[in-house]
């Protein structure tokens, strides 16, 4: 029965990646071939007859490296072996002897580390490659790859009995040397567990024992440090949780242990505050500082990390600026977030120190240009806010009572509020915006808000009637009103546009200087013009209009001009007697009286009327009437004459404009129009009684 080998279950070497990829980038299938330089030509002539023994010269594997020396010898790979590989490739004039030394400087370093290693690297790539060809793994593509006849069925045995396929457990295999010896602990053991839990690899079992004592290890610290934890000993579980995370220091449960103690540290009242991390907010950045560490500061880097609070396991770790004083900026913070930041020291890529943390910092932008503004009745507040906000809140405090925050919750909206109906006194006004928060619910976070204080005032009551009758003999409208309960009232005549009933008018009266005190009567603006006026009422300098009156003296008619189109048509011109927004166009023509209302906008879009009339003369009047709202003064209208034209000759003798004729028969009409009379054959006519 042949003897099935037992092969290697790992490279056994850190670096084995790079030296793969070196050695396929330089032409050579494996490790072997880069051992075997080229011989000198005038020896390959000497000694060619001696190395021709009927059998193929590869190389052995199986029990050691041994490459063919002269005769039927064989030499085994040693560290002399390898500097003499080294010489041959410097003098010779193989192209590859560039990219070759450098490999066998490699080579000989893991020779150094253990004899062995060269053997299990040659041994690891034939299989890999035996195993990877896509094809059977026979003898013959053994010996292809260079090995002895003598071996390289045994080794195609051996690869097809036990050598694993290309997926996770050669990755693990080929990778947990770069991890292990070290400290990623935790990366380590998730590659063992896709390596074999029992190898018959010594070299791999000595590995995983030493990755397990350390992971026990590891384990017994994290739940002694838990433990202190619970007790409250919150400086000895930092120390503890240390401890874990500088043997594991990819460790989450380490780390997370080790910044939530910090944080709990941070927040002792009786800490200094140069033990601490320092984080000003302003706009959306972060500003942080921190002191530097007291021994061997030059040696000592730092690693930045923010976490949500009471959210350790989820840091994440920042950028700190290499060089320069210990201090950094955070533009990415999340809106309504509590976080915290931790900065933890480092040595040699190892944590050195328990780290500082600051206190709890909360993104949640205050409003912006938070101003209060006296109105009727009450007080109005604007503001503005971020883009991210969704709700605002307002709570109204009477200074001489209590805290801001403490009084009426007020209704409000994303940009300000009215708050009426106060009385009389100081007011302050606490406002917050809401942002929303990390939890699942969706739930606002708010801002610790801002202040801004009012003060309500006492303002005049308005007028709520305004009485008039018509303009009297001299052009005066007399007004009458009901008194206010607060404040004198007037009449104003405004140039401004229309002004609503209670509305503020304080500032808008100050550049007003039209109005009479105590005037019950006003005079009628002069024709072509109007004039609007209201009553006011006037307090302690503020204002409250009332209702207004508008008072309209229509221009007369000028230019009125009429002229034929047609015998049956007209077109009438005229100037716009402004300020109306109405004329009245009558025409009489014969028995016809006929009246049309033409607004302003109208004739300024069309710039004439155009009339039906018939062949008599026509009488054409244009009059400006008044607004139905206002009190007017009768418009002086403008007439003229449309001449009469000959009428047109009809074949019945009748005049054209007689709609009807007689019918023959007896107690019949008949309509001149013919379409008409088709339309009107279908309906029953009433025969005379």
């Known amino acids: 029965m042949p003897r099935i080998w037992r092969l290697p279950q790992y490279p056994g070497m850190r670096g084995y990646a790079a030296l793969d990829g070196g050695l396929r980038a330089a032409g050579f299938r494996h490790a072997a071939e880069v051992l075997r330089p080229p011989e000198p030509s005038a020896a390959a002539s000497i000694f060619a007859t001696l190395r021709d023994t009927g059998r193929e010269s590869g190389f052995r594997v199986l029990d050691g490296l041994w490459f063919p020396a002269r005769g039927t010898r064989w030499r085994r790979v040693d560290l002399a072996y390898v500097r003499e590989c080294r010489a041959r490739w410097e003098s010779g004039d193989d192209p590859r002897a560039d990219a070759a030394v450098p490999l ?10 253990d004899p062995a290693n060269l053997r299990r690297i040659v041994l690891w790539q034939l299989c890999c490659q035996l195993r990877d060809a896509g094809t059977p793994v026979t003898g013959a593509a053994a010996e292809a790859l260079g090995v002895h006849a003598d071996e390289a069925q045994e080794l195609a045995d051996a690869v097809t009995a036990d050598f694993p396929a290309a997926g996770p457990g050669r990755e693990a295999a080929e990778e947990i040397s770069e991890v292990w010896p070290g400290t990623r602990v935790r990366h380590a053991v998730l590659l063992a567990k896709l390596l074999p839990a029992r190898p018959d690899d010594h070299v791999l079992a ?65 800490l200094a505050p140069e033990e601490t991390v320092t984080a000003a907010v302003t706009g959306h950045t972060a500003q942080l500082s921190w002191r530097p560490a007291r021994r061997h500061p030059a040696e000592v880097g730092y690693r930045l990390f923010r976490f949500p609070e009471r959210a ?77 906000a969704r709700a605002v809140k ?26 009426t109906a106060l009385p009389p006194g100081d007011y302050r006004y606490l406002v917050s915006c809401g942002y929303p928060g990390p939890g699942p619910d969706g739930e606002l976070v708010w801002s610790p808000g801002r202040t801004v204080t009012a003060r ?34 007037r009449l104003v005549r405004w140039r401004t546009p229309p002004v609503g009933p209670g509305e503020d008018v304080s500032a808008l009266l100050a550049r007003t200087p039209e109005g009479d005190a105590d005037a019950g009567s006003v005079e009628m603006p002069p024709p072509g013009t109007m ?39 007209a077109e009438v011109l005229f100037d ?114």
């Open 104 to 113: 066998l400087d490699t080579l000989e370093t893991l020779h150094r580390d």
């Open 206 to 270: 000595r590995l995983l024992t030493g990755l397990r004592e350390r992971h026990t290890a590891v384990r017994g610290l994290k739940d002694e440090a838990a433990e202190r934890e619970r007790r409250g000993e919150t400086r000895a579980a930092a120390d503890t949780w240390l401890d874990a995370l500088r043997q594991a220091t990819d460790d989450r449960d380490a780390r997370a242990g080790l910044f939530r103690t910090a944080a709990l540290l941070a927040d002792d009242p009786l």
């Open 312 to 388: 350790p396991d989820r840091a994440v770790e920042l950028t700190v600026p290499e060089d320069g004083p210990c201090a950094a900026v955070d533009t990415g913070l999340p809106l309504g977030v509590p976080l915290r930041y931790v900065v933890l020291p480092t040595r040699g890529g190892r944590p050195a120190g328990v780290p500082r943390a600051s206190g709890t910092v909360l993104l949640t932008p205050e409003v912006e240009g938070l101003c209060a503004q006296t109105v009727l009745d009450g007080v109005r507040l604007r503001w503005l806010t971020d883009d991210a």
């Open 394 to 419: 307002a709570v109204r405090t009477d200074r001489t009572t209590g805290p801001p925050g403490t009084g009426t919750p007020l209704p409000c909206d994303l940009t300000g509020l009215l708050d």
């Open 456 to 489: 309500a005032e006492v303002w005049p009551s308005p007028v709520t009637e305004l009485r008039a009758g018509p303009p009297d003999g001299e052009g005066r409208v007399h007004v009458t009103w009901p008194s206010p309960d607060r404040g004198r009232t």
């Open 531 to 569: 004039a609007r006026v209201t009553a006011v009422s006037t307090l302690d300098g503020r204002t409250v209009s009332g209702p207004s009156l508008v008072l309209e003296h229509p221009g007369p008619v000028t230019g009125l001009v009429a002229r034929r189109l047609e015998t049956d048509r």
């Open 576 to 689: 716009w007697p402004e300020p109306s927004v109405l004329v009245a166009l009558r025409w009489e023509c014969g028995a016809l009286r006929e009246e049309r209302r033409v607004p302003r906008s109208r004739h300024l879009a069309e710039g004439r009327v155009e009339i039906p009339v018939f062949w008599p003369e026509c009488r054409i009047t244009v009059t400006p009437l008044t607004r139905p709202d206002a009190i007017g003064v009768p418009g002086t209208g403008a007439a003229a004459v449309l001449p009469a034209v000959p009428p047109p000759p009809t074949t019945t003798g009748r005049p054209s404009w007689v709609p009807w004729t007689p019918a023959s028969g007896p107690g019949r009409w008949r309509p001149r129009n013919a379409l008409l009379a088709r339309i009107l054959r279908w309906r029953p006519w009433p025969r005379r009684r």
